[in-house]
């Protein structure tokens, strides 16, 4: 298949060549037509399989033929829950909308930065990225007014319809007009977010690319024994052994992200720490210049865990396991996108083995493990 037949204009249609999308990955074969013709979508689809592009294409050709908005009205809103996905996506938006004709306005607005710009930006906004705390804030400073929407999309769906998000999430859902189109996507999806779905979602077209536990073929999985005190060492042996060059290291702690980071730096390995305590400046400073190559090791916590698109990432490092399994498949799918292979290291201290055996059963995989014990770890 191609894109040709999906219905996008010559003008995506010349970007996409441009960027190299030579065909459809199978999450933009169903979900593009179905946009385009306004019907609700629930995508489950794998990290990396390309999911931003299958509602970015659709929604800049649908705003192609939309009048501007006005009056701090917005056509469409993407919900997303951090900060750094919020950039990631409006980037794309961007990327696409710069091969149109058209001015199609597009703004990202997240917490950590000052209100002030975003608020005066928000005029003849077509197209706005946000995370649900900042959205409300401008909301309520009449900055942006929300009864408009056409299209909703949530991504990262089951983590902004859960609990965390849930006050929040109801105060923008009643601001919201009754009839609207809604696409939803995310890479996993819990038995509380398929009841959601249900209330939110009007006859939508369900696609599922894979089964869950399949996702993850790309990604060449192992995990160490290792006790809590040999993580650090067994860290440094395998960034410097295997001169790996750009690792993304998960704890579950921002203060054990802190620590690794200090002792790789001092061991003379370019490393920080991104997490929820430090500036959005630091963060996405630290995120652009690991996504370029210019920073090693990059350590952080669940933050950076989901949606996040490091191209070519080769390998995530479990410091510590998360609690949840889902969140395992999360951080490790950030190697191993777009059809490109990863390593994922975990690990696993004695605390830790039945957790991680749990891990493996949720998932469907075993996962290869070598006793850490056979290592010489001496002065790393
Ligand atoms: P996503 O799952 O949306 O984060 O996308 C993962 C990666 O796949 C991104 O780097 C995209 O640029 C890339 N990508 C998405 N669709 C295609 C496609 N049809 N052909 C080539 N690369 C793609």
Excluded: W
Excluded at 125 to 134: E, K, Q, S
Excluded at 270 to 291: C, G, P, V, W, Y
Aim: hydrophobic letters at 40%; glycine letters at 6%.
């Amino acid at each position: 298949m191609s894109f040709i037949s999906l219905g996008l204009s010559p003008s995506l249609l010349k970007a996409l060549s441009s960027q190299n999308y030579t065909y459809p990955y199978p999450i933009q074969e169903q979900a593009i037509p179905a946009i385009l013709s306004g019907k609700d979508v629930l995508g489950i689809a794998k990290t990396g399989s390309g999911k931003t592009a299958s509602f970015v294409l659709p929604i800049l050709m649908n705003q192609q033929r939309t009048v501007a908005s006005k009056n701090r009205h917005v056509n469409v809103l993407v919900l997303v829950p951090t900060r750094e996905l919020a950039a990631q996506v409006s980037e794309v938006f961007h990327l696409f909308a710069s091969y149109l004709t058209e001015r199609i306005k597009i703004l990202a607005i997240y917490g950590g930065v000052s209100i002030n710009p975003q608020m005066m930006d928000l005029q003849g906004v077509n197209i706005l990225v946000a995370t649900p705390g900042r959205l409300l804030e401008l909301v309520e400073s009449n900055a942006v007014k929300l009864s408009e929407i056409q299209t909703l999309v949530l991504d990262e769906a089951d983590k902004m319809l859960n609990l965390g998000f849930k006050a929040e999430m109801d105060r923008i859902f009643a601001l919201l007009p009754k009839k609207r189109q809604n696409l939803l996507f995310s890479a996993t999806l819990s038995d509380d977010v398929n009841n959601i779905n249900q209330i939110l979602l009007h006859d939508p077209l369900v696609i599922k690319t894979e089964v869950e536990t399949n996702n993850i073929d790309l990604i060449n999985q192992l995990a160490y024994f290792v006790a809590d005190e040999k993580k650090g060492p067994l860290l440094r042996y395998l960034i410097k052994n295997n001169n790996l060059k750009q690792v993304l290291v998960f704890t579950s702690s921002v203060y054990k992200a802190d620590n690794v980071a200090i002792k790789l730096f001092r061991n003379g390995i370019e490393a920080t720490a991104i997490h929820s305590d430090k500036s959005q400046k630091a963060r996405t400073d630290a995120l652009k210049n690991f996504k370029s190559g210019k920073l090693q090791v990059l350590v952080t916590t669940d933050l950076l865990a989901r949606g996040i698109d490091i191209e070519f990432l080769p390998c995530v490092i479990n410091y510590e396991l998360p609690r949840s399994p889902k969140d395992y498949i999360h951080r490790i799918g950030r190697t191993g996108r777009a059809e490109s292979s990863g390593e994922a290291i975990s690990f696993v201290s004695p605390e830790e083995r039945q957790h991680f055996k749990v891990i493996q059963k949720k998932m469907g995989k075993v996962v290869t493990m070598i006793d850490s014990e056979g290592l010489d770890l001496k002065g790393y």
